[in-house]
Nanobody, 115 residues
Framework: QVQLVESGGGLVHAGGSVRLSCATS????????LGWYRHPPGQQRELVAQ???????YYAESVKGRFTISTESAKNTVYLQMDSLKPDDTATYYC?????????WGRGTQVTVSS
């Protein structure tokens, strides 16, 4: 059973930084694809960053150079470091795990960026 719990969200000023954490259980680091999605208000959920089982990373164009996804298998945690935040980054951020055809989600953590 995969369980994901996000933390680290909050209110931050534009230009600031936030690090999101996703505490996991049942995740196979190095085998599962691990990622972060976000759901801005009034918009569709979108993939922000992902690290695949081979270690390859993907970033949405809108966050390249500003966000960094990382994992710490010893702590069963996935991180999303977000720098140079913009008001457009305001969203609920979700941790995501893909294992074959199975997809798992956390409950999300809200990040609000004020201008």
């Amino acid at each position: 059973q995969v369980q994901l719990v996000e933390s680290g969200g909050g209110l931050v000023h534009a230009g600031g930084s936030v690090r999101l954490s996703c505490a996991t259980s049942g995740v196979r680091f190095g085998l599962d694809a691990l990622g972060w999605y976000r759901h801005p208000p009034g918009q569709q959920r979108e993939l922000v960053a992902q690290v695949t089982s081979t270690g390859s990373t993907y970033y949405a164009e809108s966050v390249k150079g500003r966000f960094t996804i990382s994992t710490e298998s010893a702590k069963n945690t996935v991180y999303l470091q977000m720098d140079s935040l913009k008001p457009d980054d305001t969203a609920t951020y979700y941790c995501n795990v893909r294992r074959g055809i199975n997809v798992y989600w956390g409950r999300g953590t809200q990040v609000t960026v004020s201008s």
